[in-house]
């Protein structure tokens, strides 16, 4: 990634993060840890590696997003918001009354989402269907399908990556969040994945594994994936639940946060402060 890249990527992150974190503040709650952790990701995908058209949503050329772990939104919400689908204003509807951004994404309601998601595990299966049709289709669009390292508890997600790489379905580039917390605790007490990557492989995806909150190894990730012609592809991030604020990175139930404690609210405003600072700097 160049260097005027590279702040155009880390500008869009910080603005990401500083709206996930003020849209559930003024919520008062919400899913906060996987949003967080997926914030890098949607910087690079938004920022750089996605082709897409706010004024045209549906537009047939555009790559698809599919956020099988449906309960991260806000992280997706914001960074649409960004990327011009939709006024930053309607951030601060989430989850109101007649809103179009639900808890969960719905893609009767918000543009930029291709899929309602929240059933984990059910994205991936419409995400390879989607790949499925475009490659028959002759489409060079892209589907990138993120997925929880908790979601891979349901079996319907091994199902569909055992169809995507049967179907050597290159251009549906699965990404996995392994930010190893899931409702109830560490994803490895709950269920454990065990070596994700390797699984990946056994099924027959090229698969790599990289730093979860780096942009320039998302990046270089998404990069190589492309390079692969002849099978099915994964990334696997190893990324931090909460990650950029280590308020919420130490805290063990960060999956969803009630925002309810004076400690939780002055972490919170002190981290939107630093980032909008960080945000200014960087525009001025």
């Known amino acids: 990634m160049d260097d005027t890249s590279r702040a155009n990527v880390t500008l869009l992150a910080a603005k990401i993060r500083r709206d996930v974190l003020s849209m559930l503040l003024d919520e008062g709650q919400g899913h906060l840890g996987g949003s967080l952790s997926i914030v890098e990701l949607m910087a690079v995908l938004y920022g750089k590696q996605l082709r897409f058209n706010p004024k045209e949503p549906r537009w047939e050329g555009r790559d698809r ?21 939709f006024n930053r204003e309607m951030l601060y509807t989430l989850n109101d009354g007649g809103t179009n951004l639900p808890s969960h994404p719905d893609r009767t309601k918000t543009p930029g989402v291709d899929m309602t998601t929240g059933s984990l595990g059910q994205g991936t299966s419409t995400a390879a269907g989607i790949a499925k049709a475009l490659q028959l289709k002759g489409s060079d669009a892209y589907v990138y399908l993120i997925v929880g390292d908790g979601e891979l508890n349901e079996g319907q997600c091994w199902e569909a990556f055992q169809f995507i790489a049967h179907n050597r379905l290159n251009h549906c580039i699965v990404i996995i969040d392994d930010n ?22 056994a099924f027959g995806f090229e698969t790599q594994r990289v730093k979860g909150n780096d942009v320039d190894a998302i990046d270089a990730a998404i990069d190589a994936a492309k390079a692969v012609s002849d099978s099915a592809v994964c990334i696997v991030l190893d ?3 909460g990650a950029g604020v280590p308020f919420f990175e130490q805290m063990m139930a960060n999956h969803s946060v ?5 400690e939780i609210i002055d972490a919170t405003k002190q981290a939107i402060a ?4 960080q945000i200014e700097g960087s525009e001025a």
Do not use: C
Request: net charge positive.
């Open 180 to 201: 190893k917390k899931q409702l109830d605790g560490y994803t490895k007490d709950v269920m454990n994945p065990f070596d994700i990557a390797e699984k990946m492989r």
């Open 239 to 241: 990324s931090i639940k």
């Open 274 to 277: 630093e980032l909008d600072a």
């Open 65 to 85: 997003v599919v956020l099988s772990k449906g309960h991260a939104g806000p992280g997706w919400y914001s960074a649409l918001a960004e990327s011009g689908f």
């Open 258 to 262: 009630k925002f309810n404690t004076p």
